[in-house]
């Protein structure tokens, strides 16, 4: 199974970021700890962009070459509807992750706009959020395969 993984704004800055919030880790460090827990049979390709085009270009690359997409869109989350669309547009299975409780932060945080075009949000749990987006993929994908 293919899985994209792409992070938005700002979190090229973990490690720095509102450690309180974020926690000590690099997104480097994340990236290398998810490529330690997945079977090496399986493909995760990281990416990440402050950029909306570049976010929303990543998603429309995955058409036809990956099975599923984890997105972590930071701000975006809250209010692009283009991110929103190229998510809806590819029909590929895509996992929501924030590494906050989003729901017990600001009141504009509680909103995504691309909870909807998503077959799960995570949020609250740190890195161990990306690990089980990846396992509800797994579990997506096999389960579409036994049908
Ligand atoms: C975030 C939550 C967003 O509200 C924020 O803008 C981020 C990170 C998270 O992972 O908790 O950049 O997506």
Redo the contacts with the bound molecule.
Sequence with gaps: MKIKIING???NLLGRRDNHIYGKETLRDIETWLYSKVNSKDSVKWFQSNHEGQIIDEIHACIDSYDGIII?P??F??YSYAIRDAIESTKIPTVEV???D?HNREDF?KISVIKDVCIEQIFGHGKTGYLNAAKILFAYESKKRNI
């Design positions: 704004p700002n979190l972590n930071g701000a989350t809250h924030h590494l906050s989003i945080r």
